[in-house]
């Protein structure tokens, strides 16, 4: 007779982050605290010379936002002032990614950025954190912080992040502008409604969402009165519906506000597209690349290596982006990912603002670019004869972007960081091809000076051109230098900004970007003559300009993406906008002192709380019943403890958890304990009285943010006794060894490809008085294979072994092995094989929120799958026999979900058919299990 049943498995309900990775501290940060009259500036060796700047900044922030938003703002504010993303990457306080410019904290009212060289950035990104500082000072700060801590997550990211980016002023409209203009124009404007959490856009929208939020806020204070996005987050403290909010604020729900909101889009970017004579990237050339979906992907930096092969970097199979080799004639594709190259990230981009980041050989032999592993520079060579790839560390400096070739090719130069400060740097390429290492001793240092640095190109055997950053705080532009062979240096104005750039050798002719009236677009000009032309009014924006022969190559963003187009220069548009003026030209490039003199204080440890919640409840029938949980740290993140207490009066029963991590170093160290004790509980009506210890403390060393090794000793003391005198005191003491590795990628909801592995062993003996006598090792092996960009064939092959007089048992069955068979003791042994197989892919997406219940639920997309289970279970002794093989099918779905638009949950039904049996099972599930 078959049997239907139906159970509910539940593993864990928010998956904040799909892809885990491990943090790589390799950077020993020696702090020292420099004051200011407001701010206590954390800073280290390689971050000083950013300091003074940073402090002016930061001051000024305090300025506007004492002024604009929070008039009561008053307190000094702990700053973390890294001299490198790679550098921020390796704090201790959160785990931020490559996409973090800037992160701020409410426990310790904590915010840190990093420097890319830019003054331009640090300004505008510690303007927009310290935006945060302000919002925090008006929603939580009280003399109990941490429910109003815990309140944050209802409180609308649109709202925060809009009136963060509002304290920058429009020194980022551009971008905004663009951004906007595309959705507006594409009918594909985020409602404000789905945006209160950012964690279920899509590739490359979260740009849009901030910008989104910008925008809105703008709206609110331009329609409404500059006072209204301040007396929001007032009106906010005391509720907890944004309906409630407006309502008071502006007298109409989030729905009215919306639609006004789109309207006034809708009015101000087509009359834009009218006024400015807009048009697509079309119109100036044939598009080379292109999205196969909805998926937004970021195609930038063309070069060309033939006639009708190119080379560029991409994101259409996720980040960090892969290398591509494309015939344009028949668009076959070769794909090199940062996986083959055995690297974590390639750069191809400042933030949003896409840069030139390939070069290729004028002999069309080699490609070079950037790439980072473990917060180390290299530089990457890509052979294109002999289809081999090679990865030069560059020791010494924090970041190396851009490589250039010279002429002949013997040469590179490129952007290299020093104490936090971009210089233009030189080496001889046909030397390091042989090399491992570069150091910085290997490199002719071509500039010295406190100015950013981007796009360096040779224009002939004895000059150096690159956009050179110029101004104070209030101004700040970009201008072209060019130095010569004695470091003298001119330098040019074309009354615009000079972003990224291409300099033409055949024609000597600069081709650059620059957002001149508010729109990113092509301009060039010849120092021979000194005109400088305007060749594109794109409706997106246009980015990493490529020059060769008569063709000219670009990337436009349009439709959220980023593509490639050809063009030809004798045919495109010359509108003349001006000309070109030397400004200013100094006959020697002497080198700035880097001495400087801060009157500072090293850190000292100093810790605090940064969350507490007790709950107290008392009934004369279940006596008191207490909940504490306590977690604290120290402000640069080194030493963080938790401590949750319940306890019972009635029964009596106590129940302690504690943990701590010290994060200084590249390895880990862990400490956990529970204290569990219970007097006189019932069980089964039978009394007993039962204490119970563990403490586990351990290590994880990081081999790279994929691979991690953990060793950890286990103590376990478990005594029960009975009231008629039965009962067990279990000693466990053993030691546990586990490897993990975890590549897995993907681009929107799922993972597509990669694999995760894990090794465990276990060894429990009788050392320090232990009684549980057991050994067991486990191998855990997932591999996904891409069908699609968004489905995948999922494999996985888990094998278990264990020995000795009290081994434990494997499971084979459930969710995680076979789904045909019930996950209970009789589908135990002590090894076992599993084998698992499903296929899965989009059924349909749903974008549905369901907002009117707390929390509430933002259902995504549906996939189906299909699967095959099978395992092979034995005792002590391997005789194969086909009677043991376990096997079973089915299929099922999982619905892609979000919690508070923010935390991942996927709900999965799973039917499963007993091949031998013929048992029928259902399961709901949280997952995913592999």
């Known amino acids: 007779m078959r049997k239907l049943y139906i159970i509910f498995v539940f593993y864990s309900l928010f998956i904040s982050n799909l892809f885990s990775q491990s943090q790589v501290i390799i950077k020993k940060f020696d702090w020292k605290i420099y004051k200011t009259e407001h701010f206590d500036v954390y800073y280290y060796k390689d971050s000083e010379r950013l300091v003074p700047y940073a402090s002016e900044v930061l001051e000024a922030a305090y300025d506007k936002a004492k002024r604009d938003i ?28 490559d996409g973090t410019g800037g992160l ?47 309140k944050t997550v209802i409180y609308p990211l649109w709202m925060m992040e809009g009136i963060s980016e509002n304290m920058t002023g429009e020194w980022d409209i551009a971008m905004e502008d663009m951004f906007l203009r595309d959705a507006v124009l594409d009918n594909n404007l985020i409602p404000l409604l789905k945006l209160f959490g950012f964690g279920h856009l899509k590739p490359h929208q979260m740009t849009l969402a901030y910008k989104t939020g910008s925008k809105a806020m703008r709206f609110l204070s331009d329609e409404y009165g500059s006072d209204k996005p ?130 290729v050989s004028n002999n069309k032999r080699f490609l070079v670019f950037s790439a980072q592993k473990n917060h180390r520079e290299y530089l990457c060579i890509y052979d294109l004869i002999e289809n081999k790839f090679k990865k030069i560390l560059v020791d010494g400096v924090l970041e190396a972007r851009q490589f250039s070739f010279s002429a002949d090719d013997k040469k590179l130069v490129f952007v290299g960081m020093v104490d936090g400060i971009n210089q233009i740097y030189e080496l001889d390429f046909e030397e390091s091809l042989s090399k491992k290492t570069i150091s910085i001793s290997d490199l002719n240092k071509i500039t010295d000076d406190e100015n950013d640095k981007l796009s360096p190109q040779y224009i002939d055997d004895n000059s150096i051109a690159y956009s050179c950053e110029r101004g104070s705080i209030k101004d700040l532009k970009r201008n072209l230098c060019i130095v010569d062979n004695n470091r003298n ?119 605090s709380t940064d969350l507490f919640f007790p709950a107290l409840f008392f009934s004369s029938l279940d006596g008191l019943y207490l909940y504490t949980y306590w977690q604290a740290s120290d402000y640069t993140g080194h030493n963080n403890l938790s401590v949750s207490l319940n ?56 081999f790279d943010r994929y691979r991690s090794l953990g060793v950890y000793y286990d103590y376990k003391n478990d005594k029960k006794i009975y009231i008629d005198g039965r009962g067990y005191y279990d000693k466990k003491r053993g030691v546990i060894a586990s490897y993990n590795s975890d590549t897995l990628n993907g681009l929107y909801l799922t993972a597509v490809y990669g694999y995760r592995y894990n090794l465990t062993a276990s060894y429990y003996s009788s050392i320090f008085d232990g ?18 960009r968004r489905s995948a064939i999922v ?68 996939y189906i799958k299909f699967f095959s289970d099978n395992a092979y279970p034995w005792d002590s002794s391997f005789n194969p026999s086909l009677n043991r093989i376990k096997n079973s099918l089915g299929f099922g779905f999982d619905v892609h979900s979000f919690v508070l638009q923010s935390y991942k949950v996927l709900l999965s039904l799973d039917l499963s058919f007993n091949m031998k049996s013929g048992t029928k099972i259902l399961y709901f599930y949280l997952g995913p299990v592999f």
């Open 647 to 702: 306890y019972n009066s009635s029964y009596p029963y106590s129940d302690i958890i504690s943990t701590y991590i010290y994060n200084k170093y590249r390895i880990k160290f862990i400490w956990s304990g529970r204290f569990y004790d219970v007097n006189d509980m019932d069980d089964k009506s039978v009394d007993y009285d039962r204490h119970y210890s563990r403490h586990t403390s351990g290590f994880i060393y990081p």
């Open 771 to 788: 009684n549980i006598l057991y050994k067991s090792i486990s191998s855990d092996y997932v591999k996904y294979f891409p069908v699609s």
């Open 489 to 607: 240096i001119i330098e040019f104005s074309a009354g615009m900004d000079i972003n990224d750039f291409s300099y033409d050798r055949t024609y000597k002719r600069f081709y650059f970007i620059s957002d001149n009236d508010g729109i990113y677009s092509l301009y060039s000009f010849s120092t021979d003559d000194g005109i400088v032309y305007r060749h594109t009014r794109d409706i997106g924006g246009i980015f990493t300009p490529y020059a060769s022969g008569d063709d000219l190559y670009f990337s436009s963003f349009r439709h959220q993406s980023i593509n490639i187009y050809r063009s030809d220069k004798r045919y495109i548009n010359y509108e003349k906008m001006g000309s070109l003026k030397a400004v200013s030209e100094e006959k020697s490039n002497k080198p700035e002192s880097n001495d400087i003199t801060l009157h500072s204080t090293p850190y000292h440890f100093k810790a």
């Open 70 to 97: 929070a008039p009561e703002l008053d307190r000094r504010i702990p700053f973390f002032l890294f001299a490198s993303q790679n550098d921020m990457e390796q704090n201790s306080i959160v785990d931020v990614g």
């Open 104 to 150: 701020t904290e409410p426990y310790k009212n904590r915010f840190m950025v990093y420097g890319d060289g830019s003054k331009k950035w640090l300004r505008e990104v510690i303007f927009h954190e310290f935006g945060h500082e302000a919002e925090f000072s008006i929603l939580i700060d009280g003399w109990w912080k941490s429910p109003q801590i815990v």
């Open 795 to 862: 494999n996985r092959f888990f094998v278990g072994f264990s020995s000795g007089r009290d081994t434990p048992e494997f499971s084979y069955g459930g969710v995680g092995g076979v789904r045909g068979f019930i996950d209970n003791s009789s589908n135990e042994e002590r090894n076992v094989m599993v084998y698992n197989m499903e296929y899965r892919f989009p059924l349909f997406d749903t974008d549905y929120y369901m907002r009117y219940f707390f929390p509430d639920f933002y259902f995504k997309s549906v």
């Open 230 to 359: 301040a007396l929001m987050l007032y009106h906010y403290r005391d509720s907890y519906d944004i309906d409630t909010v407006l309502k008071k604020l502006i007298n109409i729900d989030l729905n009215e506000f919306n639609k006004k909101f789109n309207y006034y889009l809708e009015i101000k970017y087509y009359s834009d597209i009218n006024n400015k004579e807009l048009v697509d990237a079309d119109y100036y050339g044939v598009k080379i690349t292109s999205t196969t979906d909805d998926i937004p992907a970021y195609n930038t930096s063309p070069v060309v290596i033939t006639s009708n092969t190119i080379a560029y970097l991409s994101t259409l199979w996720g980040y960090p982006p892969s290398l591509v080799i494309e015939n344009t004639e028949n668009g076959k594709k070769k794909y090199i990912s940062y996986r083959d190259m055995g690297v974590e990230n390639i750069f191809y981009s400042r933030f949003s603002f896409a840069l030139r980041a390939l070069s």
